[in-house]
């Protein structure tokens, strides 16, 4: 095989997930590449990301990108975390937020102190020393990076948007950073015959599409990493049930909050999107426990305003490829695999993907040893999110339908029994260190799922009991010192 230069990219498949591709290598890498995407306007995308976590932030810096000119061309609102509905048992509520409740202190995490306190009869839950659950609950949203003069970090924030407006964003973005964008249908693969690699693609009206490495966007249908080069897929339906969703838009919500809402219902959950013109909503569900004319029913009766359309079915298989790079081809997007999007990583996913790529992305077509890194912490990455999608359906007292029996008491990997039993024992988090998500998002789902644990780090007794109270009232008084100021979510849209 010789090493042949890799000077020509080319991304097939548009969307979020393509052009998120083409931005990030056009800004990152477009004076040493030429890059040419290959979509078709015939060809619908999916376009439920319209929920974000804060990494979001790290790719519009790379990109340059200011936030006022993109959370108004995409309807964008800003998003403190996911509010979760009838989780752990029917009646409950939590906030899964994006900052950490409380402050530490001498080295010890917060809710290790209100543990202490709970234990001894304390009659606030840990979201009342919160700062984000205070603001989601006043509707309140601003800049605010610290809390006075204290070690308490401010409100960390994502975004709510249209993915069509993102991606119709980014693809001008791209444009006038040199990527060549090509309207057509693959209807032909041409392949090395003997390194096997890709080495054209053919539309449907005859032209070739030549490239030295390809990027496969082209969701589901995976047509060049699975469909053409055979990379299998990983189920783990027998772990995270659903396999079917409808989304439909509804108008305006009154008060548009700033958090995403995930309510549980009979047979999978319903989500809430609120932006500036209307509100995203979606039933994910599991057709072996639902029909779809039922969850179609769910989804609408649940809405808090009036549908702007019928709902709309997607069918998918949560799972991952066996390999995310195999040859000259990464897929990025769903074409790699599909998570449902309860914590909206979705978008992550493909922007941590991109980035990964770029840090790893071959000089030459002799590539094993990037090939095998990249295979590598992709699927770690998968598998770390899957697990705490998992605990979320796991860790439930929920016995009223037979979907939530089914979950239950369904066998889980290892690794989130350790974690349950960890934190149930004495609120200790098992977390991997290159974990997506932190200490307080474990904290703060397993709590609200309902696992108490049944003793604290003996560290939280270095205070007295007085101390204690003092130390819980101040941290009270700080949060409602730093938010009553703050304007409204709307008002700060408006600005």
Not at 16 to 22: E, L, N
Not at 51 to 58: E, F, V, Y
Not at 173 to 187: A, C, H, M, N
Request: with cysteine; charged share 20%.
């Amino acid at each position: 095989m010789s090493d042949k230069s890799v000077q020509k990219l080319v991304i097939v498949g548009g969307g979020t997930a393509g052009w998120i591709c083409a931005a990030a290598f056009a800004r990152l890498m477009g004076k040493a590449l030429s890059i040419e995407l290959v979509e078709s306007d015939a060809i619908g995308t999916v376009g439920v990301g319209e929920a974000t976590i804060p990494q979001i932030i790290r790719l519009n810096t790379i990109l340059g990108l200011d936030e006022r000119e993109f959370v108004k061309a995409t309807n964008g609102t800003f998003k403190l975390g996911i509010e979760f509905v009838d989780w752990g048992k029917v009646g409950s509520k939590y906030l899964h937020t994006f900052g950490d409740p409380g402050l530490s202190l001498a080295g010890v995490p917060f809710h290790q102190y209100w543990s202490r306190a709970a234990a001894e009869g304390h009659e606030h839950d840990l979201w009342h020393y919160s700062l984000h659950q205070y603001a989601a609950d006043t509707a309140k949203f601003g800049k605010l990076d610290r809390v006075g003069d204290t070690a308490m970090t401010g409100l960390a924030y994502a975004y709510h948007f249209d993915a069509s407006l993102y991606a119709d964003y980014l693809r001008a973005y791209s444009k006038q950073r040199g990527v060549t964008r090509t309207e057509g249908i693959v209807s032909e693969v041409a392949r090395d015959a003997e390194s096997g690699d890709i080495t054209s693609i053919t539309l449907g009206d005859g032209r070739k599409v030549a490239g030295d490495f390809f990027i496969d966007c082209t969701g589901f249908r995976a047509l060049l990493l699975g469909k053409e080069l055979g990379v299998g897929y990983k189920d783990w339906s027998h772990w995270l049930p659903c396999n079917s969703a409808q989304a439909v838009p509804s108008e305006r919500l009154k008060t548009v909050v700033p958090y995403t809402r995930a309510t549980a219902k009979s047979a999978g959950w319903q989500w809430r999107i609120p932006l500036q013109h209307r509100t995203g909503n979606g039933h994910v569900y599991s057709s072996n426990f639902i029909s779809d004319d039922e969850a179609g029913q769910v989804l609408l009766e649940g809405l808090d305003t009036k549908p702007l359309t019928e709902p709309r079915p997607i069918r998918f298989t949560t799972g991952r490829r066996e390999a995310f790079w195999s040859h000259n081809c990464a897929a990025i997007g769903l074409a790699s695999g599909f998570l449902e999007p309860l914590e909206s990583t979705s978008i992550h996913l493909i922007q941590s993907h991109v980035s990964r790529l770029i840090q790893l992305f071959p000089g030459n077509n002799n590539a094993r040893a990037e090939r095998n890194e990249y295979n590598r912490r992709c699927a770690a990455e998968f598998e770390q999110i899957r697990d705490f999608l998992i605990l979320h359906y796991h860790c439930t007292t929920r016995e009223d339908s037979e979907f939530w029996c089914y979950c239950k008491n369904m066998n889980v990997p290892d690794s989130v029994t350790n974690k349950m039993e960890l934190f149930g024992s004495s609120g200790r988090v098992g977390r991997d260190a290159d974990d997506l998500f932190r200490v307080a998002s474990w904290v703060q789902v397993m709590l609200g799922q309902g696992i108490m644990p049944q003793s604290y780090d003996p560290m939280a007794n270095q205070l007295s009991d007085a101390e204690l109270a003092e130390f819980l009232g101040n941290v009270r008084r700080l949060i409602e010192r730093a938010t009553d100021p703050l304007p409204t979510h709307e008002q700060f849209l408006a600005q």
